[in-house]
């Protein structure tokens, strides 16, 4: 299997070809309900993690926002 590398969250990391953003949240075991996420410092809609496929090069980051009181 053709592996592509992403920097997520500031680390390097090498994904599968064609993985998704909702495969990247698998992946990741991320739980967050209300996580935000940013590909390439833009703001991606959560209708589209399923069909936003990351390419070689792609900066990804997890946002948990804190909703504190």
Do not use: A, H, W
């Not at 990391?13 to 998704?20: Q, R």
């Not at 833009?42 to 070689?56: A, G």
């Amino acid at each position: 299997m053709k592996k592509i590398e992403i920097i997520f969250n500031g680390i390097k990391e090498k994904v599968p070809e064609n993985t998704s953003i909702s495969d990247l949240i698998r992946l990741s075991d991320e739980k967050e309900s209300d996580l935000i996420v940013e590909l390439n410092n833009k703001f991606v809609f959560s209708q589209t993690y399923t069909s936003t496929i990351l390419s070689d090069g792609d900066k990804i980051e997890f946002i948990n926002p804190d909703f504190g009181g």
